[in-house]
């Protein structure tokens, strides 16, 4: 892609969107990496030759997935509400979780994840425990008892213990509103590590979707995740920050070299070690250490705990 | 070039009076010889990028690639392509693109007026995996293309308009015709104002290489051993000494 001048930057020259070409020189573009891996790394004298230009992009696009997965900090936030359903359902580009928040308040609270299971699948069972079957011959689902108690409330969470005083021990005194009389005694076994007043969640992951306690219905939610960087298999979309843009050549060249027949072992050797090293480079460069952010933690140890 | 290999040529046939070659034999001699040599560039090229693989090329004056990519390059020809229908277009030929193809080096896909990529020749066997593809299924700017028939399939079918697709071809030489007036003696005089005149494509360097060429189809032509042999030993030599 051609270098812009300012006002292209700028006001994309009045196009919409106009905020379109901003940041853009952190990115080269997917286009851009096949073309000069095809002029710089594959031709008659180069390690690589009479390879097709659909497997220079496949592992150029494969390397761009593995570091949206973990190298890149590419964070995509979306904000839903959570309804009756108790439902977050996944971004259509989601791959993996990073947070979850319950926007409430005025405030951002990160919530924790329920091991237990949250959601199940449930059939019409008779009562000789056999199953009944529709025209396809598969068992008929009906909605399981554990959706229906997370969902009206009244399943118990291990997170924290709802029990108030007077359900445990129905012949103390109530003092009413006291925050003591609530839940007190009913918290032997309870996760401190995770253990906090905000709702829960489980992800089932093949049903697309994130499931909430009762406490979550009608309550803003911000999910942040990782995508793979594929933008909707828009080619033109895909991009790899800068930093990473030598790494990529890298794996290209030794996804190739790797799987190819008849090259040398010590050739392929050398382009991993190559690759690897330029993954770290790039991760170290993309961590933004440099002096002052030491220089303000290293003022930070002498901060006197209270 | 043409009067003088064709003059070169009958010195050394009738030098023991073997015989005479008529210039309508002359011409399809001199074609085919033309399309041999023009062949063997092509192998020449790719032995000479072996050599450079090898450490045994040089550069500057001793850059023998070079010299073979001038001349193929003197037949390179860039068109856009006829549209058969909608994403199927004709391979350059005399009728299309006013020559045929001896080799399609590239084909460009426009949209609107504006290069978008180049697309990749894929094969028949592959394409139909490759736009099942999730990954690497054509699009806009990777298009790709199979061959069939007399046509190119471009992928995505998006690329059917009129101007889309455009090829880099490298076509084959014209037909050497050498012309003539024909005098009231009898003997043809060399006449290049003719309208079907058509000298050799091929640089003045394959003179030589022309000349044997064409001997050896005379020789057999005319049954002369000699003369066959004469021109087989001359080429060989010329190509060894290119090697």
Known sequence: ?306 | MINSVRNTVLAIINKNNYGYISPGDFNLFAKQAQLDIFDEYFIRYNQQINEENARISGTGYADIKKGYEEVIDTFSVTSFLTQKNQNVYFLPSTSTTGSDYYLLNKVLCFSGGVLKGEAEKVTNSKITMLNSSLLTSPSTIFPAYTQEADGVVIYPDTFNGVNDVQAQYIRYPLDPKWTYVTLYGGEPLFDQTQADYQDFELPIDDSNNLVAKILQYAGISIREADVFQFGQIEDQQQNQTNL
Not at chain 1, 39 to 63: D, P, S, V
Not at chain 1, 168 to 183: A, G, M
Not at chain 1, 198 to 219: C, H, L, R
Not at chain 1, 248 to 270: D, T
């Open chain 1, 1 to 306: 892609m051609a270098y812009i001048n300012q006002r292209k930057y700028y006001t994309n020259d009045g196009v919409n969107p106009t905020d379109e070409n901003w940041g853009s020189y952190q990115y080269v573009g997917l286009e851009d990496i096949v073309k000069n891996f095809q002029l710089m790394y594959a031709g008659n004298h180069e390690l690589i030759n009479n390879e097709n230009r659909f497997k220079i992009l496949f592992h150029a696009k494969r390397g761009i997935q593995e570091l949206n997965y973990d190298a890149f900090k590419e964070i995509k936030n979306l904000e839903l509400q959570v309804y009756d359903d108790l439902r977050f359902v996944l971004p259509p580009d989601y791959v993996n979780w990073v947070k979850l928040y319950l926007l409430k308040d005025n405030v951002l609270r990160e919530l924790t994840e329920n091991i237990q299971v949250q959601s199940a699948v449930s059939y019409i069972q008779s009562a000789t425990a056999s199953f009944t079957y529709d025209g396809d011959g598969n068992a008929t689902v009906v909605d399981s008892t554990l959706d229906t108690e997370r969902k009206n409330g009244s399943l118990k969470s291990i997170y924290l213990n709802d029990e108030i005083d007077e359900n445990v021990n129905p012949n103390v005194y109530n003092y009413d509103s006291d925050i003591y009389n609530y839940r007190i005694g009913a918290r032997y076994g309870l996760n401190t590590e995770t253990a906090n007043i905000n709702p829960t969640f489980t992800i089932d992951k093949k049903a697309g979707v994130i499931n909430f306690d009762s406490t979550m219905a009608n309550q803003q939610c911000v999910l942040q995740y990782i995508s793979d960087g594929m933008e909707n298999g828009d080619d033109s979309k895909i991009s790899v920050n800068k930093l990473f843009e030598d790494y990529i050549y890298a794996y290209i060249q030794y996804a190739i070299l790797n799987s190819k027949f008849g090259v040398q072992e010590y050739i392929i050797n050398r382009a991993r070690k190559n690759k690897q090293a330029l993954l770290r480079n790039a991760k170290i460069r993309l961590s933004n250490i440099h002096p002052s952010r030491l220089l303000m933690n290293l003022r930070g140890e002498d901060k006197w705990l209270k």
